[in-house]
Antibody, heavy 123, light 109 residues
Framework: EVQLVESGGGLVQPGGSLRLSCAAS????????MSWVRQAPGKGLEWVSV????????YYADSVRGRFTISRDNSKNTVYLQMDSLRAEDTALYYC????????????????WGQGTLVTVSS | QSALTQEASVSGTVGQKVTLSCTGN????????VAWYQQISHGVPKLVMF??SLPSGIPDRFSGSKSGTTASLTISGLQPEDEAHYYC???????????FGGGTKLTVL
């Protein structure tokens, strides 16, 4: 059974940093790309970033490029999202999501989602 | 503003057939398969359609199609439990990003 468990969310001041983690189980972690998707309160889904199965290929949404960094440790079956220079508009529930292919640019999709971890950016 | 355009809201009665649409361009829908996600009461999104393929456990009253740069999700025989927000998504090669539609709120009357 696929499981994705996010952690690391919380309250942070504008300009601060936070690192999210997502522990995966139930599948061969290194064989699949992993994404982060966020949802601001009362809003729709917004894709944030993706890492290929090996970690060598990463992509970012324009809204976070240069501030967020995705990485993964395949020995620990864990993907991370380092978030720096946080802004109020980054406040959202952050979902960790499994992709269906080893790289996102192959014609695949997100096929499983974690429960999410809440990030609140406020003074 | 979302890269993919969806109706803000759609409604139907129990047993009715409804179709949700998702419009993009040649960089996204025109080049890649479209996925549809169901989110009930702001819970965890669930994949309900990938192209015209039904994921395991999804009722066969759901079907998907695409014509050019517009994808559609059809629910035949609408059920009360289908009331949810539905999001379309695909890859955009010009943006090098996964893109989502703004979501459609489906109400079952």
């Amino acid at each position: 059974e696929v499981q994705l468990v996010e952690s690391g969310g919380g309250l942070v001041q504008p300009g601060g940093s936070l690192r999210l983690s997502c522990a995966a189980s139930g599948f061969t972690f290194s064989s699949y790309a992993m994404s982060w998707v966020r949802q601001a309160p009362g809003k729709g889904l917004e894709w944030v970033s993706v890492s290929s199965g090996g970690g060598g290929s990463t992509y970012y949404a324009d809204s976070v490029r240069g501030r967020f960094t995705i990485s993964r440790d395949n020995s620990k079956n864990t993907v991370y999202l380092q978030m720096d220079s946080l802004r109020a508009e980054d406040t959202a529930l952050y979902y960790c999501a499994k992709e269906s292919e080893v790289v996102a640019t192959i014609d695949g999709t997100i096929d499983f989602w974690g429960q999410g971890t809440l990030v609140t950016v406020s003074s | 503003q979302s890269a993919l355009t969806q109706e803000a809201s759609v409604s139907g009665t129990v047993g009715q057939k409804v179709t949700l649409s998702c419009t993009g361009n040649s960089n996204n829908i025109g080049s890649y398969t479209v996925a549809w996600y169901q989110q009930i009461s702001h819970g965890v999104p669930k994949l309900v359609m990938f192209g015209s393929s039904l994921p395991s456990g999804i009722p066969d009253r759901f079907s998907g199609s695409k014509s050019g740069t517009t994808a559609s999700l059809t629910i035949s025989g609408l059920q009360p439990e289908d009331e949810a927000h539905y999001y379309c998504s695909t890859w955009d090669y010009r943006l090098s990003a996964r893109v989502f539609g703004g979501g459609t709120k489906l109400t079952v009357l």
